[in-house]
């Protein structure tokens, strides 16, 4: 199949970006959308160009690594889907493809698609671990801890860190993720120690790095590719004010 | 002249001797001490953040963009540990042996043994940090079974345990990021190992954003870079796995063992088209339920459901029938190989096997498999197209784990002093076969348990030494070494990418190299990677400039495979039995299992760097078995 692409180009964080136009032709349906974007990069070097400058890693949806704007929506078409498991049969022949980087304040551009998302980890930093450092853990089945919210600390703790949460929303808020981290810990026996002052410290710097507030527009879950749900925003609120009350 | 420092005393006693006698550094003294990590990933960013609770200050480096994205994120089935929930007769000695032999007796006897004693540490470890292992109705943890075992050993967080194990490093990582224990290096490759008066002293980095190179001093250098399978091109790796930083110290005088000991996974996807850069790994787990055949036909062409029941070739039940299709590994591999090579395989290039759940969903029902695999059917599907639960799935063998590495001894020092390697950089504990879900065990047990008694053993001695900094005309060097490569690689203005080179280079080692060789193949190999090499130094093409350039990258990366692959074919020659992953044609009995040849052969190869074009100097670590039996390892 032949695709006509519209990429963001941008050389580094200063300079202003713009979209450029390719056409990609001898797509196959079976190939990933990161593999035609090989496809085409691989044409630009025999053309010698500059490539289309990406993230990705695993390639199998793990890492969090890739994730760009496609047609507007985070991680493309599908939902549940990391943009390297996206694949070709989801696009029809003569398409036109709009691609750009994960945008948000928070995420400055490197280059092309390439974003800076240090300020998830600096959020992680502020608190989202619980401090157990190594050798001080008592044997592991002396706190049983029921499947039930096993699971559920599991289902925030899948996320992947791929930022798509905040590329969608419309305040760039990294609500989802923050929350994510603070569900998964403060649902644990393990992780209730420091619940109050983690989600105080994890808030205010989620607020430092320059991510916007959630206004509940819930469009984050629609594209995590976790599928993590809002629910856990509701719980870091709560978390957040339960914690404010409490403060001494 | 390699000594591997086996501490003395019983087996079960060695590491408690070790730690009784190793060296302290007191409180005080740890914060004048710097330790350069490398690497990430579990090993990495355990060993890190360990050292870092101790009080040493670390730097610590990661290509990604961020330390949690490192490949060990991507293992899926479990981490081993003999806690004998399940009563089910393990213990600490039988894990010892199982991993013994399922290495193919070509392991250190006190090396596993130690891996077999930390892993209870480990699972206690990472529940403390929040990781949610799997478990049952009544808050104990779950256990379930893996190849090559009889027991339940294996601990699991649904299909991501690498992923949950890794958030537990990580954040651990970050815990000592905010207490100023650590500075992380993100968008950073190391290019080179400085050293100074023959220890390591420091490393060149090459920032991947800027594309400055920077020099930066340590007490004591740790790569915990990962596995070097991507060599293959197609394989389970993630895209920016390398050898280079362990290839990079290897060429500095660091020996490498156990080179061509790669293990290919029985369950991946199977390749399916020329542009594909990824064989997915589907869990191993899945072959607790699923049960693998093929046609009894070659070429037959029949919808697969349509094959009746007698004319399906169960060949795992039928070569294997006390392991059946949980047999391990490389044994499940080479038996898809052999029924592919014999025109039986299945899908669009007739290079697949299927992996059938029809049985499974008959007795145990829908919903309990669902409930077991469901992410990994879902990821069939958004990958094929195609649902599982209506026909076999297609699987495939692919480059998997490197079980080699650079060779240490116990205490996880290489053979240049000051430089450790962890996790799956090394070569250590897995012999010729790794057993599943013994490789998240290792990176982790390295990481958090044993590289933060055995480096402040080594630092001990380096309190007096002259302080090193980055003035001293051993980094000027090796910058400018690594200047002249990258400037090389920008100037060529050649014909080919990077990736046509790998991908040439993949080939050639899937067919000469791979499942199986012989003596003739791996000649032929060394013969046209030399012609590859050549090629790729003159008609080498990259574009972009030094600032972010993912062309840059690639080519440093393939230019050290290159050279590896050569080695990885030296070492397969050299080595005239089959062993583990190791399967040389010429060594097979009748009904083609390998042929082992302990009298000959029973020793670790360490091979040293002799100079570009040069061929390698072997030298020859004696394997001493004194507690084990060797013997025929039969799954049968």
Redesign the interface.
Request: charged residues 20%; without cysteine.
């Given at each position: 199949m032949k695709l006509y692409l519209k990429v963001w180009r941008q050389e580094n964080r200063e300079s202003k970006g713009d979209m450029v136009s390719y056409v990609v032709e001898g797509i196959s349906e079976h190939m990933s959308f990161l593999e035609m974007l090989d496809l085409l990069n691989e044409r630009l070097i025999q053309k010698g160009e500059r490539v289309i400058e990406f993230d990705h890693d695993c390639r199998e949806g793990i890492c969090g690594a890739c994730g760009m704007m496609i047609n507007g929506r985070a991680h493309g078409p599908l939902s549940g889907t990391t943009t390297c498991q996206l694949h070709m049969r989801s696009f029809k022949d003569g398409e036109t493809v709009y691609i750009e980087p994960f945008r948000a304040a928070a995420f400055p551009v490197l280059r092309d698609l390439k974003i800076d998302r240090s300020g998830f980890d600096h959020i992680i930093q502020s608190g989202g671990y619980i401090s157990a450092s190594t050798g001080q853990a008592p044997e592991s089945n002396s706190i049983p801890i029921a499947h039930e919210t096993t699971e559920a600390a599991f289902d925030a703790a899948a996320c992947i860190g791929c930022g798509a949460c905040v590329a969608t929303c419309k305040n760039s808020s990294a609500a989802l993720f923050t929350s994510a981290k603070i569900s998964h810990l403060v649902l644990l026996p393990q992780g209730k120690l420091e619940a109050a002052d983690r989600v105080i410290k994890m808030v205010s710097q989620m607020d430092a790095e320059g991510f916007g507030h959630c206004s509940n527009t819930e469009a984050c879950e629609v594209e995590c590719p976790q599928e993590i749900s809002v629910l856990h925003i509701g719980r870091m609120n709560y978390q957040y004010n339960k914690a404010l009350i409490l403060k001494k | 002249m390699i000594d591997a420092k086996i501490p003395e005393g019983n087996l079960a006693d060695k590491w408690s001797n070790y730690k009784d006698s190793s060296k302290l550094i007191n409180p005080a003294n740890r914060k004048k001490l710097d330790i350069i990590v490398v690497g990430t990933g579990l090993a990495g960013s355990?060993c890190a953040?360990?050292l870092a609770?101790q009080g040493y200050n670390i730097k610590s480096f990661c290509f990604?963009?961020?330390?949690?994205?490192a490949?060990s994120?991507?293992a899926q089935g479990g981490v081993n540990a003999a806690?004998n929930?399940k009563n089910d007769g393990d213990s600490v000695y039988r894990m010892f042996y199982d991993t013994i032999k399922g290495g193919d007796f070509r392991s250190r006897e006190a090396n596993v043994y130690r891996l077999a004693e930390c892993s209870l540490?480990l699972?206690?470890?990472?529940?403390?940090?929040?990781v949610?292992?799997?478990?049952?109705?009544?808050?104990?943890?779950n256990n379930r079974s893996f190849g090559g075992v009889q027991v339940s050993r294996t601990f699991y967080?649904?299909g991501?345990t690498g992923?949950?194990l890794m958030?537990g490093a990580?954040?651990?990582l970050?815990?000592q990021?905010?207490a100023g224990k650590v500075k992380?290096y993100?968008r950073h490759e190391m290019l080179d190992l400085v050293m100074v008066d023959g220890k390591a002293r420091g490393i060149i980095a090459r920032n991947l954003?800027t594309g400055e190179i920077e020099r930066h001093s340590a007490n004591a250098v740790v790569l915990a870079t990962g596995g070097y399978g991507k060599v293959y091109y197609l394989s389970t790796l993630?895209?920016?796995c390398n050898t280079s930083a362990i290839w990079r110290a290897h060429k500095k005088g660091a020996l490498m063992s156990g080179v061509s000991w790669i293990q290919f996974h029985p369950t991946c996807l199977p390749q399916?088209?020329e542009?594909?850069?990824?064989l997915?790994?589907m869990s191993e787990s899945l072959r607790n339920d699923g049960r693998i055949w093929v046609p009894k036909k070659a070429g037959d062409d029949r919808v697969l459901n349509d094959i009746p029941e007698e004319e399906r070739d169960y060949y795992l039940e039928r070569r294997y029938p006390t392991f059946g299709n949980l047999s391990p590994r490389d044994i499940s591999s080479r038996a898809a190989k052999e029924r592919i090579d014999a025109g039986c395989g299945v899908g669009p290039m007739k290079n697949a096997v299927c992996l059938d759940f029809s049985k499974a969903i008959k007795e145990q029902g829908l919903t309990k498999i669902e409930e077991k695999y469901g992410n990994l059917f879902?990821?069939y599907d958004?990958?094929n197209?195609v649902d599982a639960y209506k026909e076999p799935m297609l699987i495939s063998p692919a480059a998997h784990f490197t079980m080699g590495g650079l060779w240490v001894d116990y205490n996880l020092m290489t053979t240049i002093p000051g430089l450790f390697a962890l996790g799956e950089a090394n070569f250590s504990d897995h012999g010729a076969n790794r057993l599943g879900a013994n490789s998240l065990l290792q990176s982790c047990v390295d990481g958090?348990?044993i590289a933060?008694y055995t480096i402040p053993n080594y630092l001990s001695g380096e309190l007096k030494a002259e302080k090193v900094t980055t003035d001293h005309p051993a980094f000027a060097e090796a910058e400018k070494v690594v200047r002249e490569q990258l400037e090389r690689f920008l100037n060529l203005k050649g014909r080919f990418?990077a990736?046509h080179f790998h991908k040439t280079l993949g080939k050639l080692l899937y067919d000469k190299c791979g499942l199986s060789r012989t003596k003739e193949s791996l000649e032929q190999a060394i013969v046209e990677i030399k012609a590859l090499k050549k090629s790729f130094d003159h008609e080498l093409?990259?574009?972009?400039?030094e600032?972010?350039?993912?062309?840059l990258e690639k080519a440093g990366r393939v230019s050290d495979f290159l050279e590896l692959g050569e080695l990885m074919c030296y070492d397969a020659l050299q080595r005239e039995e089959s062993c583990g992953a190791h399967f040389r044609e010429e060594y097979q009995t009748a009904d083609g299992e390998a042929v082992r040849n302990d009298e000959d052969f029973c020793y670790v190869s360490a091979w040293e760097w002799k100079g570009e074009g040069k061929q390698p100097e072997l030298h020859k670590e004696p394997l001493v078995f004194d507690t084990v039996k060797l013997s025929v390892r039969s799954y049968k």
């Open positions: - | 355990s953040a360990t609770e990604q963009d961020s330390a949690r994205r490949h994120v991507a806690k929930y540490a699972i206690d470890q990472a529940v403390a940090q929040g949610p292992f799997a478990r049952e109705y009544g808050g104990y943890l967080a649904r991501q992923q949950q958030i990580y954040q651990a970050m815990r990021v905010s992380t993100t954003e993630a895209m920016g399916i088209g542009t594909q850069s990824k997915t790994l879902r990821m958004k990958i197209g958090y348990f933060p990418s990736d093409k990259i574009t972009g400039d600032q972010v350039n993912s062309e």
